[in-house]
């Protein structure tokens, strides 16, 4: 095994992924582990979420849970330390876009997206990373957007949060890297996931988001991999209060 796959193994990691029944959030579960990690994974939907574990395997654990019960989040905690015990890499990719343009937002859609995209994070974080403390060792991966850098029609509520991801992210790393504990933001492009299904759905859309990138096309799913690993593991030990955006060069231009 040469020098960087040891930096990127993560045998002996227990990862929790939130979001973990589809899109981005099913494709980092399946990406920790099959770089080692035991994974537990976190979904509102049980009948996804079993699909996604029965495609993996040994070694994950599925906890049907709605994270945006801000309340409950102390017995999700318990529950995701449960099988093998206390975890040390965070994903939360879990997240909502009610795509409400700024004349339509409601108070209800601004609550509920500001808690799913912004609050739960940090909250779980929180009660997740005194087990990180005590190994000394974690990585908590928040998932930012292009609407971290860029203002899209009908995203301000979703904008707002994933702009707050960013100060989060930094707030975070602030806090918690004296501990050993690395927070860094993934800002995925275009990629093809059911929060993105009306952009895919219009060609023409599609077509121009790619040609605003520098590669000249829009994301698939295993573009992903190489950054998540590299901010879940060794790899990353001097990464911290970090945004990277996975975006083919989308906020470059």
Known sequence: MDEFCQFTDLRGHTAVVTGASAGLGRRAALTLWRA??????????????????????????????????????????????????????????????????ADEVTPEGWDMTLDLNLAVPFFLS?????????????????????????????????????????????????????????????????FRTELTAAVFNDPDRAARNAAQTCIGRNGEPEDLDGPLLFLCSDASAYVTGQVLMVDGGFTAK
Do not use: C
């Open 126 to 190: 929180q009660l997740l990373v005194p087990g990180m403390k005590e190994n000394g060792w974690g990585r908590i991966v928040n998932f930012a957007s292009l609407q971290t850098m860029r203002a899209f029609p009908g995203g301000l509520a979703y904008g707002a949060s994933k702009g707050g991801i960013a100060q989060l992210t930094r707030a975070m790393a602030e806090a918690w890297s004296p501990a050993g504990i690395n927070v860094n933001a993934i800002g995925p492009g275009f």
């Open 36 to 101: 080692g990690a035991n994974v537990v994974g976190v979904a509102r939907r049980a009948e996804a979420l079993a699909d996604w574990q029965a495609e993996a395997g040994r070694g994950t654990h599925a906890v049907a849970f709605d994270v945006s019960d801000r309340g409950a989040l102390a017995d999700l905690a318990e529950r995701v330390s449960d099988p093998f015990g206390a975890p040390d890499i965070l994903i939360h990719a879990a997240g909502i876009n009610t795509r409400q343009t």
